[in-house]
């Protein structure tokens, strides 16, 4: 099992500028989440969902969308990239069975010029 | 709104050393608390989860506990080595979403 992955590793975009980061998990997951982590803020959740075809807001969901088409993907997408979103982004999933432990991919280093 | 603290921020201490890392949460109806270890430049590993139910688990040289009553959770490491250097965050929460603190950065020298 490759667990979650996350493409792509690094990203330079100019402001105003698109992008989508995908995440994928081969763990039949219901539940997947993306975070951003910043320094002195720790992660903070942006965006999750609860099954495919389901999305809800997290803690700082302004200026991010998301899917959730296939139950193994989660788009988080920036429509017109700020200097703010400059950030390290990841991606988390769980079962909804038993004790909800998060599973975390390798992170998306984003930086906005 | 629901917080987690970690303190210190950051700590050094000599291998071979027993040390603990401190986590306080707010929420009282916590459902689960969550140990990770972050390396610099990489994602995070889970380390270990604690149920509401549960008071302790054990991994390795690792054990976390939870204290409910006290918003508390300790991680206790034995026997420290250069290859725990790291840093190591708490969250906390459940299905819905995890409330993370901003980590202690722990230096093993040798």
């Not at chain 1, 991606?91 to 038993?98: E, I, L, N, Q, Y």
């Not at chain 2, 604690?50 to 508390?72: C, F, V, Y």
Request: proline share 4%.
């Amino acid at each position: 099992n490759a667990g979650v992955t996350q493409t792509p590793k690094f990203r330079v975009l100019k402001t105003g500028q698109s992008m989508t980061l995908l995440c994928a998990q081969d763990m039949n997951h219901e539940y997947m989440y993306w975070y951003r982590q910043d320094p002195g803020m720790g992660l903070r959740l942006i965006h999750y969902s609860v099954g495919e075809g389901t999305t809800a807001k997290g803690e700082v969901p302004d200026g991010y969308n998301v899917s959730r088409l296939k139950k193994q993907n989660f788009l988080l997408g920036l429509e017109s990239a700020a200097p703010s979103q400059t950030s390290v982004y990841f991606c988390a999933s769980t079962d909804s069975v038993d004790s909800y432990e998060q599973y975390f991919g390798p992170g998306t280093r984003l930086t906005v010029t | 709104k629901q917080e987690v603290t970690q303190i210190p921020a950051a700590l050094s201490v000599p291998e071979g050393e027993n040390l603990v890392l401190n986590c306080s949460f707010t929420d009282s109806a916590i459902y689960n608390l969550q140990w990770f270890r972050q390396d610099p430049g990489k994602g995070l590993t889970s380390l270990l989860l604690i149920q509401s139910s549960q008071r302790e688990q054990t991994s390795g040289r690792l054990n976390a506990s939870l204290d409910k009553s006290s918003g508390r959770s300790t991680l206790y490491i034995a026997a420290s080595q250069p290859g725990d250097s790291a840093t190591y965050l708490c969250a906390e929460g459940g299905f819905q979403k995890l409330v993370f603190g901003t980590g202690t950065r722990l230096l093993v020298s040798p």
